[in-house]
């Protein structure tokens, strides 16, 4: 199977930076266009930023000019560079790729949730 595992989260004050990694790890075929979405407590699951194989990127108008999606697709690896954060950005962020895995010689594709990262900003 493939899983996807999240790192970088915290608590940072407004203005200041954090950036997210997620690594996806299994038998891994090839990996499709990958997403960070978050969910704030009360709120539904948003996306934030998705980045396709070839590098075409889409940000949610909130965070245009302060967000950087990227990957490293040698190491099946999708970033999130988070800069002048807002107590409004607070929220659980969510790593998520369509896989293709191989098992027995036959190939799978199946849509991959990570397990989440807290971002909290706050002073």
């Known amino acids: 199977q493939v899983q996807l595992v999240e790192s970088g989260g915290g608590l940072v004050q407004p203005g200041g930076s954090l950036r997210l990694s997620c690594a996806a790890s299994?038998?891994?075929?090839?990996?499709?266009?990958l997403g960070w979405y978050r969910q704030a407590p009360g709120k539904q699951r948003d996306l934030v930023a998705s980045?396709?194989?070839?590098?075409?990127?889409n940000y949610a108008d909130s965070v245009k000019g302060r967000f950087t999606i990227s990957r490293d697709n040698a190491k099946n690896t999708v970033f999130l560079q988070m800069n002048n954060l807002k107590p409004e950005d607070t929220a659980v962020y969510y790593c998520?790729?369509?896989?293709?895995?191989?098992?027995?010689?036959?190939?799978?594709?199946?849509?991959?949730w990570g397990q989440g990262t807290q971002v909290t900003v706050s002073s």
């Open positions: 998520n790729a369509d896989i293709s895995y191989t098992v027995l010689d036959q190939i799978h594709t199946l849509d991959v």
């Open positions: 299994g038998n891994i075929f090839s990996i499709g266009t």
């Open positions: 980045i396709s194989r070839g590098g075409n990127t």
